[in-house]
Structures are given as C-alpha cells and as structure tokens.
C-alpha cells in the first residue's frame, strides 16, 4: 500500500484547510485509515481515525473542528480541518492498517500562523 498525503500549507488562524491521502497498490481490505500529526519536539498524535465502514474518532483537541472522510471508490481519505489554531501547527502523517500491517505515508506540513 502506498499512501500520498498532499494539502498542507501556511494558514492564518481561524483558517481552513483540506488535506487528501490517496492510496494505492494493494488497497483491497484496509481496514481503517487515519490521520496523526507530529509537532516538533513531541510525538507523533493521533488525530482522526475512518473505517471501512465510515465509523470515526477524533482526539478531544480536534473533535468539532476537523472532519475526516473516507471514499472508498476513489482510494482517498480527506481531513478537512477548520478553525485552526495555532497548536494545530505540525507535520500531518496518513496511515493506513491492511491485514494488521501499518502503512504511512510521507508527511504534509500545517502551519498556523498570523
């Protein structure tokens, strides 16, 4: 499974953005897709989890704000993330679990900054 995150980018507060992850190669039977973020000097965090079926989560800090969607179709997962903060700021990973195996793809950059 191959996973291409793409969206990120410089926002003001109160701002929006769309991340997408398309994902590719052996695709049949991923089982949940996710989005973390990892700012510097922290850990990576989990930030909004889909199932196949379009069960989601979300972490407390994000519930209300992003909104994580699922095409199943198209191989693609959005985040749609709006008024973001500053704490928002971080490197945004998408993953993919196939099998019990972990996939991720490379990271996007969100910046939120006046």
């Known amino acids: 499974v191959q996973l291409q995150a793409s969206g990120g980018g410089l926002v003001q507060p109160g701002g929006s953005l769309r991340l997408s992850c398309a994902a590719s190669?052996?695709?049949?039977?991923?089982?949940?897709m996710g989005w973390y973020r990892q700012a510097p000097g922290k850990q990576r965090e989990l930030v909004a989890t889909?199932?196949?079926?379009?069960?989601?989560n979300y972490a407390d800090s994000v519930r209300s704000r992003f909104t994580i969607s699922r095409d199943n179709a198209k191989n693609t997962m959005v985040l749609q993330m709006n008024s973001l903060k500053p704490e928002d700021t971080a490197v945004y990973y998408c993953?993919?679990?196939?099998?019990?195996?972990?996939?991720w793809g490379q990271g996007t950059q969100v910046t939120v900054s006046s």
């Open positions: 190669g052996s695709i049949f039977s991923i089982n949940v």
């Open positions: 993953n993919a679990v196939r099998r019990a195996v972990v996939y």
């Open positions: 889909i199932t196949s079926d379009g069960s989601t």
